[in-house]
């Protein structure tokens, strides 16, 4: 397995490569994973020169991981992607893919703490698959264009504040989804040839206790739906991410309480990573 990991203390982290347990320092290759870096193909070689020794070992002993990807241009949503989830919403399920944004400065590292803002009484927690893209894509003709265009994947948690999303929004989802911290990344980035994106299982936990556990496979648009039609209405920029949707078993459901200061939140992604999360 191959995992790009950035590590270290905020804003200075350290990029470095994963490779069958064996961590190498992507330093002589690169400042930093970001959107240049992708569009050169810069998972690709890291990966050979790790794999041909020419990259120097590193203990990540004790080391803060940061969000995998460094400075996106944005960060594109994808709402009620699962059938079952927009069910507990009280929603149909979408004829097209609902878009919204979070702001490109809510990313935090897999393991950071989430802060809910001030007053906060129904923060929501969301599982979801992230795609990194790895190239410009725009005006994609095919699923197999699209696809082309991925980097890689990640582990994400969509964090929400549902007062702010639907009673203080005027109908911008965005509003309950922008709060610094509202969108933990990684542990890693594994690249896409290594990933069947329809084929992963996600689960959540808070406070240990079950709460999401679904497959990609039932997502109503897959990855590769999902980034056609966005090129086909914007354009993608190396370093972006999408999120493509939460399975059902978030608060909103009314099934679970919602988050409060000191909760532990928890995610996995088959084959990408867990994260770990104490809400504040």
């Excluded at 803060?64 to 994808?78: D, E, K, N, S, Y």
């Excluded at 896409?192 to 329809?198: H, I, L, M, N």
Aim: proline share 8%; net charge negative.
């Amino acid at each position: 397995m191959t995992a790009f990991r950035r590590l270290g203390p905020a804003g200075s982290e350290r990029p470095v490569v994963e490779i069958d347990g064996i961590v190498f320092d992507l330093t002589p290759l690169t400042a930093d994973i970001e959107g240049a870096f992708l569009a050169a193909d810069g998972l690709a070689r890291a990966t050979q020169e790790a794999r041909a020794g020419r990259l120097p070992v590193v203990d990540p002993t004790g080391l803060r991981i940061g969000p995998p990807v460094a400075r996106p241009q944005a960060i594109l949503c994808i709402g009620q992607n699962y059938a079952a989830h927009a069910a507990e919403s009280g929603s149909p399920v979408p004829e097209q893919p609902i878009l919204f944004l979070k702001h490109p400065n809510t990313l935090v590292g897999p393991d950071d703490d989430v802060v809910l803002p001030r007053g906060s009484t129904r923060g929501d927690w969301e599982v979801e698959l992230a795609v990194v893209i790895g190239s410009r894509a725009a005006d994609c003709g095919s699923d197999e264009e699209a696809l082309a265009h991925v980097a890689g994947y990640a582990v994400a948690n969509d964090v929400s504040e549902r007062e702010y999303q639907f009673d203080l929004s005027g109908g911008q989802w965005s509003t309950g989804k922008t709060f610094p911290t509202f969108c933990p990344l990684g542990p890693g980035l594994v690249p896409a040839d290594e990933v069947e994106p329809q084929a992963l299982r996600l689960r959540s936990w808070v406070n240990g206790e079950p709460r999401q556990d679904s497959s990609t496979k039932d997502m109503v648009f897959d990855v590769a739906t999902l980034v056609r039609v966005l090129s086909q209405r914007l354009v993608l920029e190396p370093g972006d991410l999408v999120l493509t949707g939460t399975p059902e078993g978030v608060a909103l459901s009314g099934r679970f309480p919602y988050l409060v200061r000191g909760d532990v939140v928890e995610m996995e992604i088959d084959g990408l990573g867990r994260q770990r999360q104490q809400v504040r």
